[in-house]
């Protein structure tokens, strides 16, 4: 117990309590770490911080469209999968490689397919479709890493569903059938609602995992978040103001309280949504 | 009987639909980690390679010293990250599952409260603390602070609590002393959720981006994912070279997971909501 709790101790709860220092302070690293205490200054800076709110809004747009396709795809994925076909094990193996593997390879074969001679492109000109520079076009950027990302998670949801549904009783899909209803009724009528507390930690997972997107927009973007600030994204820019080098690390840890704040918000929502959801 | 041939040919058709979606980009990168620069530029769509070529592996590991290095740190700093990490979780667990002791009860939730708590806030003081203890650019830097991991912590203290009485007492009976018991009796009844721990906290450490890319400064001290984002800016145009790399990186991940698969699946349902 002693190591777990001078490394929690050290690496945990110090850091925290630091933090809340930091985020009242300016910090300059030059030799040693100087402080000069700022009150709430770094706070009020976030109002006039422009591209603090292009991050808000860049990672926003994100959480709202990839939280619930990623969800809708794990769902009727994992309820694809258990319908009980032959070659189940073999579509699980396949389909939990992107899981796996890890951001930086993963970023890196997109980019490569998002070239304009890349495979998306010519898979898009052979259905007579608009082609893209979707790593130089500040607006598609954004939603090329959502593409990506989607295509990435959902499977590890899927997983998750997919030990869920086997709890399910088959005693209520035959009832069900008997009062004749089709595959995509008993999809609706009892899958759906008989997972929902399993939903609602899916979309709490993946509303904190959103909001934390960093890898993919810093590797994709060479760490600028740009073209133009388009893949800027929250974590991105505490670690830009972080790690410049030129006394804003104060600035990016009450950054990081806000981005935790608002994590709180969008989860307790959730929570409160989907109990209200409960009523029809 | 007809109706439900037909409605399995169509789940069929889905299945497989996606399963090619999946694999679709890891065979293109794989195929174009065996091509010629020439090729992947002119005949990028063919998934055979028409000249297949082992060039673009001799050279970044003949040619490219770094990734040698890189790949040696990756490894050293996974192996032994997820080796503290076996012992101290599972030591702590127990701890927290078996052993009284004054402050038991607020220690377990002071874990659960560290479940909570989101990198972003923790990362900027550890830099400084870091920094402070003279730990930047180095591997202790790297591997200290993720030594422990309280999602685990909590696992195996969920094991030990459902774990049989009787045995521990019979050890003790026998005359071991409740380290002997811990190390010859209980963990090697562990196994399995040992084994779950194993491919995650692996897997993380293997995968992990953000901290090395803080924490290391000199490209000798790079991990693997760092070094391939660098990578990339050295070899902006040759994606058979970053191609060829990026599945070299790959392979250690999927042979572990060919390896524990079967506890894989497990861990994660037990991550969920068992």
Known sequence: MTPTLFTIGVFVLLPIIYAIFLSFHQVELLGGTNLEFVGFDNFARMIDDYRAGIALWNTFQYVIIVVPTQTLLALVLAATLNAGLKGEKFFRIVYFLPTLTSSAVLTLIFMWMYNPEGAFNQF??????????????PNVALFAIMIMNIWATAPFFMVIYLAALQDIPDSLYEAAELDGAGPFQKFRYITVPQLRPITSFVVIMGIIGTFQLFDQSYIFSGGSGGPSNSTLTVVLLIYQYAFDGIGRMGYAAALAFALAFIILIATVIQRKLSKEETIY | MKKISVKRSILYVILSLYALVTLFPFLWALSSSFKSLEEILTHNMNLIPQNFTLDNFRFIFMEQPMFMRWLFNSVLVAVIGTALNLLFNSMAGYALARISFPGRKSMFILVLAVLMIPGQITMIPNYLILNQLGWLNSYHGLIIPAMVNATFIFMMRQFFVNFPKEVEEAAQIDGLSRVGTFFRIVLPMAKPAL????????????????RPLIVMSDQSMYTLPVGLNQFKGVFITQWNYIMAASMVFTLPVLLLYAFFNRYFIKGLSLRGDK
């Open chain 2, 195 to 210: 084994a779950a721990q194993t491919i995650f906290v692996f897997m993380a450490s293997w995968n992990d981006f953000m």
């Open chain 1, 124 to 137: 898009l000109d052979l259905f007579g479709l608009p082609t893209y520079n979707w790593i130089n076009d």
